[in-house]
C-alpha cells in the first residue's frame, strides 16, 4: 500500500477531525476535574498507567479529604495513599501530588503557570500532562499522545502503526493537525478509541472513519 503524502495526510486529518466532531459535537475531557486547574494536575498525574475513570473514582474520596492545593501539600503521604491505592504505583504518585501542590502553592500562589518549560518542573509531569493542561486550562495548541491517540493516528496512517515513541507522534501530529484543532482533537480520540477503535478489536465494520482509515483498508483488502 503506497505511503500517504503529508499533503494527503493533512487532508485526511481534516476530514478525520469533521466526522468526530459530528458525532462528539462537546469536546469533553474524559477527567472530571471540575475547571480546577489544579484538579487536572493531579488527575493528570494520577492517569499514569491507569484508567481515566479509575481516576476519577479514587479522586472523589481524595478531593473529598484534601479539597484545595495547600490541603493537599500538608497531607500525610499514609492518607494520600490509601485514597489513591486503586490507581496503581500510588507510593510514588502519591509524593509526586504532594510536592507537585506545595510547588503550585510556594512558588506560584497556587496559579498554574502557562508554559511547557514550567509545567515540566512539576514533580510527575511529563509532555503529555503538560499538553493536557496548557490545551484544556489555557485553550492552545496541545497534542496529548496518550494510548488512544497514538494507537488510531497510527491505524489511520498518521504514521506507522509500530511508531510508538510519544514525542516523535506529537511532533508529527502537531504538523497535520490545525493548531486550533488540536486539543478538542484528543479528548475526541480518547472517546473514539474506547468505544470504537479498541485496542484489542477495532469495529472497523460501520466504522465512520473507515474509508479513512488505512488500517480498515488494509483489512478490506485481505
Known amino acids: 500500500m503506497k ?27 474524559a477527567l472530571e476535574y471540575e475547571g480546577d486547574p489544579w484538579r487536572l494536575l493531579v488527575m493528570g ?35 494520600v495513599e490509601e485514597d489513591i491505592r486503586s490507581c496503581g504505583l500510588y507510593h510514588v504518585k502519591a509524593q509526586n501530588i504532594i510536592d507537585a501542590s506545595r510547588m503550585l502553592v510556594e512558588e506560584y500562589h497556587g496559579i498554574l503557570p502557562n508554559s511547557m518549560e514550567e509545567l515540566l518542573r512539576f514533580p510527575g509531569v511529563g ?42 507522534i506529537e511532533n508529527i501530529l502537531a504538523a497535520l493537525i490545525e493548531p486550533c484543532e488540536q486539543s478538542d482533537f484528543c479528548h475526541r480520540i480518547v472517546h473514539f478509541g474506547r468505544e470504537v477503535c479498541t485496542a ?4 472497523c465494520e460501520g466504522c465512520e472513519l473507515a474509508d479513512l482509515c488505512r488500517h480498515a483498508e488494509a483489512q478490506k483488502a485481505r
Open 45 to 79: 498525574r494520577l492517569s499514569a498507567q491507569c484508567t481515566d475513570a479509575r481516576v476519577n473514582i479514587a479522586c472523589r474520596d481524595l478531593f473529598a479529604h484534601f479539597p484545595t492545593a495547600k490541603a493537599l501539600a500538608d497531607a500525610p503521604l499514609a492518607a
Open 3 to 29: 505511503a500517504l503524502t503529508k499533503t494527503e495526510k493533512k487532508q485526511r486529518m481534516a476530514a478525520i477531525i469533521e466526522r468526530l466532531k459530528q458525532r462528539y459535537p462537546e469536546a469533553t475531557c
Open 127 to 168: 509532555r503529555k500532562v503538560a499538553n493536557l493542561l496548557l490545551g484544556d486550562i489555557y485553550h492552545q495548541p496541545a497534542v496529548v499522545t496518550d494510548t488512544h491517540c497514538i494507537r488510531i493516528c497510527g491505524r489511520l496512517g498518521m504514521y506507522p502503526e509500530s511508531e510508538k515513541n510519544p514525542p516523535r
Open 200 to 203: 484489542r478489536s477495532p469495529a
